[in-house]
């Protein structure tokens, strides 16, 4: 290659890479509800339990208001819960509220 060529490819390299560097971010996919609790493998009630956990965003107004999630943000969450230790299970209590021990009763399947 002639220094003329190598000069007019860097240039060309050069507008193709401040293109990119210019054009708008791609706007983030947001999930429903249903969509992130397949991908929980969760109902889509657990979702809403930890709604602010998963950093839904509100469509509208009210306590009806469907809720969007942000993709990333799903598995942000899910990573930095992965983090923290999961907390122990409560013993069933073993005794009713004035003491009395609780009688061994099971039910039948």
Same mark, same amino acid.
């Given at each position: 290659?002639?220094?003329?060529?190598?000069?007019?490819?860097?240039?060309?390299?050069?507008?193709? &890479?401040? %293109?990119?560097?210019? =054009?708008?971010? $791609?706007?983030?996919?947001?999930?429903?509800?249903?969509? @992130? %609790?397949? *991908?929980?493998? @969760?109902? *889509?009630?657990? &979702?809403? =339990?930890? %709604?602010?956990?998963?950093?839904?965003?509100?469509?509208?107004?009210?306590?009806?208001?469907?809720?969007?999630?942000?993709?990333? *943000? @799903?598995?942000?969450?899910?990573?930095?819960?992965?983090?923290? $230790?999961?907390?122990?299970?409560?013993?069933?209590?073993?005794?009713?509220?004035?003491?009395?021990?609780?009688?061994? @009763?099971?039910? *039948?399947?």
């Amino acid at each position: 290659m002639t220094p003329d060529e190598l000069e007019r490819l860097a240039d060309l390299v050069a507008d193709r &890479v401040l %293109a990119r560097l210019q =054009a708008p971010a $791609p706007a983030p996919s947001l999930l429903t509800a249903e969509q @992130v %609790a397949q *991908r929980l493998g @969760v109902g *889509r009630d657990a &979702v809403y =339990a930890m %709604a602010d956990q998963l950093g839904a965003k509100r469509l509208g107004e009210g306590p009806r208001a469907r809720l969007r999630f942000d993709a990333a *943000r @799903v598995d942000e969450a899910l990573t930095a819960d992965a983090k923290e $230790p999961v907390p122990m299970r409560r013993k069933r209590r073993q005794t009713t509220t004035n003491g009395a021990p609780l009688l061994n @009763v099971r039910r *039948r399947a």
